[in-house]
């Protein structure tokens, strides 16, 4: 039995009432509210009570829409509501109907209607004298007018709205007024008054536990630091915004702060991660039939294409963008694609195609206010108007002239806004251009300047994985820093400003600043790994992965994504990064008087190195074009593949490819270590930090001395490593940290040996483990990685032989193949390793992703960040059996009591009287140090 009719009628309103008053606080009741008024029953009610309670029906499922981000269907909502509320004689709740629609085409990019609609409703509810709905209408024009970039009337509607709301205690409106305000006035640049108004009104919000509100004020206070370059808060803040939307139910709002964080991971470059995260919203935003929101993902996916390489991609992406903005007329998004098409046109060379669109851009921004834009593109057009200065000629001066006035003046419009990324790009450009005037010190201030900001920006950021993409992309005054000191030929600072941007979050690492990211996710890690165990019995099998290989990405990608959010949840402020400035004084400190540091750097082409001794420092410059060199080093590397080959397939050429390898590094030798004869007198130890390609060098296989250039193709001569020890670092920051962990003899080993895909695994551990006093033997099913983590942190010693890969697509998911799963770089970094010796008896263990900065990514890292003080790995892949006997001999020498870097030199020279050739005794590199 239906309750009476003015039973119905009053329940209606109520559930009405409940939905509004839900919709901030907690839009899941808001929905509910909804459902139950949809349910009731009117047919049976007379005509004027059976259309009120459809009209109020309709209205709270408008409600309903618009929490879920389905504008289209509450705009349909809201007329029906209108409708039928006008039926039942209800002129003002009518005309209340209408003012959510006005958000709601807004958000659907139809302004035109949606200005109409205010317009009306405005004068219905005015004549009414319902001042209460006219003020929410007053906020949601200033929202409309907010979308269409009139951000100084926007404010002027929000701060009626704000007084009107305040004296009425409508508390919920009056934080959205002060929302939209602070939203207007960040727009227009006065970041610290829309802050202090933030916080306003977080207090508020907080005391009446409006929780949409304070979501949407985690995000805008994190967009005003995007904007800022304060990116440790506005990750942390996206982070926040994104839970709370997503714990109240709230699809369009977690979709925007999903792309709002694929902002931030853009500026800090974390590239693939951000277009991950373009793509999903792009999506939802097409879904959900919202033009404007697609756009603004579309540009900005344009510009992580473009950084990507993918030119071609990224216009395509800009051009839809610029469609969309076209059709909504909307003059800040169009302004936003040129400004990405300006930076690309500087990205190929195009000065004059980039001033052109910087321009354009600028112009646009400044009749719409957006003072954020504006300085961006003030930036824009002075490194436009810097890269087409001729170099030299009576024109020169006067076009830097310009350049130079171009750039303090955006530099003051950054410095009033506390804009970072700004000044740093600001102070970088007046630096090289007071350099090319022969001003070294007013240069080698602007670059200081701009170096303390960038530090300050990388220093607060939460983990290495941050730190190091942020890295990647501000090398300009770095690298420029170090021209001025290689100008100077002053070897101390030469290694200094090299080691200022060279590896350094392994340093960072290695002097306990951080964290690995924390596995947040142990059924998607079950999942990552089931996945990698069937792919490599497909591959195994021969048989065809691909589409699981495409699940394990994705499912690897997820991972790190959900360990990424929650150390960002956890909002725990970054540990101090190591010190920007290495001291050489400390590094000589802890040489002996025989050993040596070898530093190699390359800049604007030229290779050159800094030798490091106790009583002294050297530079070497120009040992040769960094293109020659790299050349060498992958004709090297050509050829000891061909020496492998040769072995099995090849024996008739042996001699041949012999004579080849002899060539290759006696070429090397000349270009990379005869210079330093004289610096390196009297070293009997020498740890080498190489640069980019020359990390994947086997040093020891060089030549002894330079040999005649007469001397006979197949000759070898003696080996630089069976003469001197050898041992390789990422950094001299990374080399020191090695030299403080003396040596001691190993006495407790772990030695797994997993031989399901390497025969002789298992028998290379025992033979291992005997050479121990005490040692844990796990072989067999007992060589996962559970045992691994159990047993590790007791070892002097930890020996894996085991099957290895080497992912280049995704360095963090290299991995040492065991018997219950992958042990990744990602796993292997929470190790809890004792400063003792790790080795990685497998294949190509030593290779590592190598990005700008010398940060390579690989097990021999993750290993060094677990606690490993030195961690021997292969260069390339190597036979087992061979490897067995080279095993065999390095740990015969450590119970002797010789080094780590002893028992490799004497190992090697042990290997070479039976295998001669570099492919079988080179491929072994000690990391770390002796």
Not at 443 to 459: G, K, M, N
Not at 545 to 571: C, F, K, N, T, Y
Not at 792 to 820: G, Y
Request: contains cysteine; aromatic residues 4%.
């Amino acid at each position: 039995m239906n309750p009476p009719a003015d039973a119905r009628v009053a329940r209606a309103w109520a559930l009405k009432e409940a939905c509004y008053e839900a919709w901030s606080r907690d839009p899941t009741q808001a929905a509910a509210a909804a459902r139950e008024l949809a349910e009731l029953r009117c047919d049976d009610l007379p005509a004027r009570e059976a259309a009120l309670v459809r009209g109020l029906g309709r209205w709270t499922a408008g409600i309903a829409d618009v929490t879920q981000g389905q504008m289209a269907e509450a705009v349909a909502a809201f007329d029906d509501a209108q409708r039928a509320l006008g039926e039942a004689g209800e002129a003002d709740a009518a005309a209340q109907t209408q003012v959510p629609k006005i958000m709601a085409l807004s958000m659907l990019g139809q302004h035109e209607a949606a200005a109409a609609c205010a317009q009306a409703a405005q004068q219905a509810l005015r004549a009414l004298g319902n001042l209460a709905a006219a003020g929410r209408v007053s906020l949601n024009l200033g929202g409309l007018l907010l979308r269409r970039d009139a951000y100084a009337q926007a404010a002027r509607h929000y701060r009626e709205a704000a007084v009107l709301f305040a004296r009425r205690s409508d508390h919920q409106h009056s934080v959205l007024a002060d929302l939209g305000l602070a939203a207007a006035l960040s727009s227009m640049g006065d970041f610290d008054e829309a802050l202090r108004i933030y916080a306003r009104a977080r207090v508020r919000a907080q005391r009446h536990d409006l929780r949409q509100s304070l979501a949407m004020i985690d995000e805008s206070v994190a967009l005003v630091q995007l904007a800022r370059g304060q990116y440790d808060t506005a990750l942390q803040g996206m982070e926040s915004a994104r839970r709370g939307f997503e714990a109240l139910g709230l699809p369009h709002w977690t979709a925007v702060a999903e792309k709002q964080l694929a902002d931030t991971y853009l500026e800090l470059r974390l590239l693939p991660e951000a277009l991950a995260l373009f793509d999903a919203a792009i999506q939802r935003f097409r879904t959900l039939a919202l033009p404007e929101d697609e756009a603004f993902a579309l540009a900005q996916r344009g510009r992580a294409l473009a950084l990507r390489g993918r030119r071609e991609a990224s216009r395509d992406s800009f051009q839809a963008a610029a469609e969309r903005f076209a059709v909504q007329a909307h003059e800040v998004g169009q302004a936003s694609v040129q400004l990405a098409l300006a930076e690309l046109a500087l990205a190929q060379g195009d000065a004059a195609g980039a001033l052109q669109q910087a321009q354009a851009a600028a112009a646009a921004l400044a009749r719409s206010g957006h003072a954020e834009g504006a300085t961006r593109a003030a930036v824009l057009r002075a490194e436009a108007l810097a890269a087409a200065a001729p170099p030299d000629g009576p024109e020169a001066s006067a076009a830097r002239s310009v350049a130079r006035g171009a750039y303090e003046a955006a530099l003051a419009d950054a410095r009033l806004r506390g804009q970072l990324p700004a000044q740093v790009r600001c102070l970088s450009g007046l630096g090289l251009l007071t350099w090319a005037e022969s001003r070294a010190g007013e240069a080698a201030a602007a670059f200081e300047a701009a170096i303390d900001l960038l530090e300050d920006q990388r220093r607060a950021l939460p983990g290495d994985e941050f730190r190091s993409a942020f890295l990647t992309d501000q090398l300009l005054p770095y690298r420029a820093r170090l021209r001025l000191a290689l100008a100077d030929g002053d070897a101390a600072d030469v290694l200094t400003q090299l080691e200022r941007y060279r590896a350094r979050s392994l340093a960072d690492r290695l002097a306990g600043a951080d964290t690995p990211l924390a596995d947040a996710d142990p059924a998607l890690r079950e999942r990552v790994n089931w996945l990698a165990r069937r792919v490599r019995r497909l591959q195994e099998d021969g048989e065809p992965s691909a589409a699981l290989e495409a699940d394990l990405r994705a499912a690897e990608h997820q991972l790190l994504e959900s360990a990424r959010r929650a150390r960002l949840a956890g909002g725990a402020a970054a540990a101090s990064a190591a010190d920007a400035r290495f001291d050489p004084a400390a590094l000589q400190a802890g040489l002996a008087p025989g050993e040596a540091l070898v530093e190699y750097g390359a800049l604007d082409g030229e290779l050159f190195a800094v030798v490091v001794r106790a009583d002294r420092l050297v530079l070497q410059r120009a040992l040769a074009t960094e293109a020659d060199v790299v050349r060498s080093v992958q004709s090297a590397r050509l050829q000891l593949d061909a020496q492998q080959q040769a072995d099995v397939r090849l024996a008739a050429h042996q001699a041949q490819i012999a004579g080849r390898m002899q060539q290759r590094l006696r070429q090397l030798h000349q270009q990379l270590w005869a210079p330093l004869a004289a610096s390196l007198a009297g070293a009997t130890q020498v740890l080498i930090v190489p640069h980019g390609p020359l990390a994947s060098l086997p040093f020891a296989a060089l030549p002894a001395d330079a040999r005649p250039g007469d001397a006979q193709p197949g000759d070898a001569p003696e080996a630089l490593g069976h003469r001197l020890v050898l041992a390789q670092a990422a950094s001299a920051q990374a080399a020191l940290h090695g030299l403080r962990h003396a040596h001691r003899v190993p006495r407790h080993a772990v030695v797994i040996g997993e031989s399901s895909a390497l025969p002789w695994a298992d028998a290379e551990a025992r033979t291992v483990a005997a050479c121990y006093p005490s040692a844990d033997l796990l072989v067999g099913a007992a060589a996962s990685c559970a045992a691994l983590e159990a047993a590790a942190p007791a070892a002097d010693v930890l020996h894996l032989a085991c099957h290895a890969q080497f992912r280049a697509d995704s360095p963090r998911f290299s991995a040492l193949h065991l018997a219950d799963g992958p042990m990744t770089v990602e796993r292997a970094e929470r190790l809890p390793l004792a400063a003792g010796l790790v080795v990685l008896s497998a294949c190509d263990t030593a290779l590592a992703d190598e990005a700008a900065g010398d940060e390579q990514v690989g097990l021999v890292r993750a290993f060094l960040v677990a606690g490993a003080a030195r961690v021997l790995a292969a260069l390339w892949p190597v036979r087992d059996d061979v490897t067995a006997a080279f095993m065999a001999h390095f740990h015969a020498a450590l119970q002797c009591g010789q080094t780590a870097g002893e028992a490799l030199r004497a190992a090697q020279v042990a290997l070479a009287r039976s295998h001669p050739q570099p492919c079988h005794w080179a491929a072994f590199t000690l990391f770390g140090g002796w």
